[in-house]
Structure formats: C-alpha cells, structure tokens
Nanobody, 126 residues
Framework: QVQLVESGGGRVQAGGSRKLSCTAS????????MGWFRRAPGKEREFVAA????????NYGNSVKGRFTISRDNAKNTWYLQMANLNLEDTADYYC???????????????????WGQGTQVIVSS
C-alpha cells in the first residue's frame, strides 16, 4: 500500500520559516515527479511547487516564487518544501503528491499526480 505522509506543519509567525517533509512508503519514487499543493480556507487547491525525478528541474507557483524551495532525497524517498518569509496568505493545508507519468518534468497540474498525502496544516499568524 502506497502512502505519502506529510510532516512539519504548525503555527508560524509572519516573516518566519517552516520546512515541510513528505515521506513515501510502499514503493520507490526515484523516477517520479514530486509536488506540493495547498488549499487555503474557502479556496481551491493550488499548485505550490514541483520537482522532477533528477532534481534538476523545479517549478513554482507565482505566489511562492523566490520564497519557497522544493528539494528531494531519493535515498530516503522523501521530499521537502522549505518555506521562508511566510505571510498570512500562506495559511493553508499543504499536500504532497507524486506522479510517474511526467517524471522528467515538474508538472503544475493535479492530474499529473496519482499519489497524494493527507495534508498538513500551516497557520501563519501576525
């Protein structure tokens, strides 16, 4: 059974940093693209960041570009989202995702990913 488990969520002050992790089990994802999405209260889920299977290609949503960094450790079947300079609009449930269909790129659409985590909540307070 494949599972993706996010960790690292919590409450953080505006301007602060937080690092999310997503660990996969049940299969390896060394050839998969990995991504992060988020859903803010009352909003649709939106793309945050993605990374291809080699780690050489990354992609970011406009609202997080320059503040968030995605990375991966294939040996640990884990990928990360380092978030910096957080603001109130970053408050959301964050979901990690993995997909093999487009492993060579860093896709920004939900349908590129077949495996999803349950989400971890990040609350940014002033």
């Amino acid at each position: 059974q494949v599972q993706l488990v996010e960790s690292g969520g919590g409450r953080v002050q505006a301007g602060g940093s937080r690092k999310l992790s997503c660990t996969a089990s049940g299969r390896t994802f060394t050839s998969a693209a990995m991504g992060w999405f988020r859903r803010a209260p009352g909003k649709e889920r939106e793309f945050v960041a993605a990374i291809n299977w080699t780690g050489a290609e990354t992609n970011y949503g406009n609202s997080v570009k320059g503040r968030f960094t995605i990375s991966r450790d294939n040996a640990k079947n884990t990928w990360y989202l380092q978030m910096a300079n957080l603001n109130l609009e970053d408050t959301a449930d964050y979901y990690c995702a993995a997909g093999h269909r487009f492993g060579g790129i860093a896709p920004d659409t939900e349908d590129a990913y077949e495996y999803w985590g349950q989400g971890t909540q990040v609350i940014v307070s002033s």
